[in-house]
Nanobody, 123 residues
Framework: QVQLVESGGGLVQAGDSLRLSCAAS????????MGWFRQAPGKEREFVAA????????YYRESVKGRFTASRDNAKNTIYLQMNSLKPEDTAVYYC????????????????WGRGTQVTVSS
């Protein structure tokens, strides 16, 4: 089992920045690639970013490239999502997840999830 707890969400204005954190406990965190997803009201959960086990490889959805940066600190069992130049369309609940198998880009490839943190960007 892996327990994941997100934090760092909030209400910001367009153009502001936020840094989300996801603290992990349980099984060896460093063995898992990790992902960030988000879900806006009435929409499906969508991929935002993923980071490989060592942190050297990262993957992003097109709309956040150049604005969001995923990172991890395996010594602290924590991953981060630095979000800059936020836009109203980034408003969603953000989830971190531990990758199990398959594509990084789809939720079914992840078997452990946090409860999410709300990010609201006003225009």
């Amino acid at each position: 089992q892996v327990q994941l707890v997100e934090s760092g969400g909030g209400l910001v204005q367009a153009g502001d920045s936020l840094r989300l954190s996801c603290a992990a406990s349980g099984r060896t965190f460093s063995n898992y690639a990790m992902g960030w997803f988000r879900q806006a009201p009435g929409k499906e959960r969508e991929f935002v970013a993923a980071i490989a086990t060592g942190g050297s490889k990262t993957y992003y959805r097109e709309s956040v490239k150049g604005r969001f940066t995923a990172s991890r600190d395996n010594a602290k069992n924590t991953i981060y999502l630095q979000m800059n130049s936020l836009k109203p369309e980034d408003t969603a609940v953000y989830y971190c997840a531990a990758h199990y198998s398959g594509s990084y880009y789809v939720p079914v490839s992840y078997n452990y999830w946090g409860r999410g943190t709300q990010v609201t960007v006003s225009s």
